[in-house]
């Protein structure tokens, strides 16, 4: 099984802070990768697809980039929106695996 | 409108079976690769089960030989039947739909809540 891993795994950041979470993949996966915002209560959101793809209607100071092994998720300019839980998903094989995800608080 | 509403969720006993529906509209469930996520309560997302537009399904090892997805094309409809239910099963259940191999996951439904226990 391919396993996730997201570094930080929580943070503190401030409104306009530039922000990156890095996932990494046990083994490559080429672009077969997801990002996903997640607030308390609230259904996951697709943010970015095969690992670069911005999602229709998701604000563009949302990206990501990578492959193979290394992906990260960049927010540009952190909004009091943002403020959420952050996972990254591997699609390349089965079992399909989530990574444990990144909390992102208010400094 | 494309949307996906699971029903089915509820309080049940070990060992106890229950079926997850997730009823599509706005698009054709077939023609899509349609998955099944938990969340336990206050942790993170697994991925339980996936169903091809063809028709193959593959499945998590945590719930493998106790877990059967299927859909019904008259329906529009997903489902995930689960049978000998253990504690460990509690979450809310997701259903989400992938178009295309990497176009993943666009979808979601609003989820439903599975409670094992006695």
């Known amino acids: 099984d391919i396993q996730m891993t997201q570094s930080p795994s929580a943070m503190s950041a401030s409104v306009g802070d530039r922000v990156t979470i890095t996932c990494r993949a046990s083994q490559g996966i080429s672009n077969y990768l997801a990002w996903f915002q997640q607030k308390p209560g609230k259904v996951p959101k697709r943010l970015i697809y095969a690992a670069s793809s911005l999602q229709s209607g998701v604000p563009s100071r949302f990206s990501g980039s990578g492959s193979g092994t290394e992906f990260t998720l960049t927010i540009s300019s952190l909004q009091p929106e943002d403020f959420a839980t952050y996972y990254c998903?591997?699609?390349?094989?089965?079992?399909?695996?989530f990574g444990p995800g990144t909390k992102v608080d208010i400094k | 409108e494309v949307q996906l509403v699971e029903t089915g969720g509820g309080l049940i006993q070990p060992g106890g079976s229950l079926r997850l529906s997730c009823a599509a509209s706005g698009f054709t469930v077939s023609s899509n690769y349609m998955s099944w996520v938990r969340q336990a309560p206050g942790k993170g997302l697994e991925w339980v089960s996936v169903i091809y537009s063809g028709g193959s399904t593959y499945y998590a090892d945590s719930v493998k030989g106790r877990f059967t997805i299927s859909r019904d094309n008259s329906k529009n409809t997903l489902y995930l039947q689960m049978n000998s239910l253990r504690a460990e099963d509690t979450a809310v259940y997701y259903c989400?739909?992938?178009?295309?191999?990497?176009?993943?996951?666009?979808?979601w439904g609003q989820g439903t809540m599975v409670t094992v226990s006695s």
């Open positions: 989400a739909r992938t178009p295309r191999w990497n176009d993943a996951f666009d979808i």
């Open positions: 998903l591997q699609h390349n094989s089965y079992p399909f695996t």
